[in-house]
């Protein structure tokens, strides 16, 4: 079965940072792409970064090239997102998901990311 787990959310100021991490289990974490995405209450999930299996690979939704870093550590199977100059439209409850920019699929357990004043 197939496990995602992200955890490192919480509230921050605008202009704060924050870095998430996922945990998985059920698959292979080297070889595959991974995905974060996030989702705000009434809608589907957004996609916000990807990375290839080996990390060489990123891409990033237009609105957060910049300000975000995807990145993962293969030898621990961590994924991490590093968010620095938060907006408030980047609140959302971010989950990490098994695949590509075009192919995620299986998001798992999110956690809550608040950013206000």
């Known amino acids: 079965e197939v496990q995602l787990v992200a955890s490192g959310g919480g509230w921050v100021q605008p202009g704060g940072s924050l870095r998430l991490s996922c945990t998985t289990s059920?698959?292979?974490?080297?070889?595959?792409?991974l995905t974060w995405v996030r989702q705000v209450p009434g809608a589907g999930p957004d996609w916000v970064a990807s990375i290839t299996a080996n990390g060489f690979g990123t891409s990033y939704r237009y609105a957060v090239r910049g300000r975000f870093t995807i990145s993962r550590d293969n030898t621990k199977n961590i994924l991490y997102l590093q968010m620095d100059n938060l907006k408030p439209d980047d609140t959302a409850v971010y989950s990490c998901a098994k695949g590509g920019e075009y192919d995620w699929r299986s998001w798992g357990q999110g956690t809550q990311v608040t950013v206000s004043s």
């Open positions: 059920g698959f292979t974490f080297r070889t595959n792409s």
